[in-house]
């Protein structure tokens, strides 16, 4: 069973930081493209940023600039270092990966991690 566990979300003030974290685990052959996607209250769920196995990115136009994706091939995990963050950034956080396990490729979805930036 493949599993993705997010960590390090949180309250934070705006101005500030937030890294978070996405670890993939299972009987994983390999992974393919790896992303963060967040859903705001009333909202749909959008892609923040995405990164290929072989390191390209992608970001929405709205964290450009401010947040920065990266991945450990090693450690099969994904994180999302998120500076100068907004109150418009609070949501869940979801991470999402392209994985071949057990034989097919499938889409898998962590629990997601919530996000609010307040003072």
């Known amino acids: 069973q493949v599993q993705l566990v997010e960590s390090g979300g949180g309250l934070v003030q705006p101005g500030g930081s937030l890294r978070l974290s996405c670890a993939a685990s299972?009987?994983?052959?390999?992974?393919?493209?790896m992303g963060w996607y967040r859903q705001a209250p009333g909202k749909e769920r959008e892609l923040v940023a995405a990164?290929?196995?072989?390191?390209?990115?992608n970001y929405a136009d709205s964290v450009k600039g401010r947040f920065t994706i990266s991945r450990d091939n090693a450690k099969n995990t994904v994180y999302l270092q998120a500076n100068s963050l907004k109150p418009e950034d609070t949501a869940v956080y979801y991470c999402?990966?392209?994985?071949?396990?057990?034989?097919?490729?499938?889409?898998?979805w962590g629990q997601g991690t919530q996000v609010t930036v307040s003072s």
């Open positions: 299972g009987n994983i052959f390999s992974i393919n493209a």
């Open positions: 999402g990966a392209v994985i071949a396990a057990y034989g097919t490729i499938g889409t898998y």
């Open positions: 990164i290929t196995s072989g390191g390209s990115t």
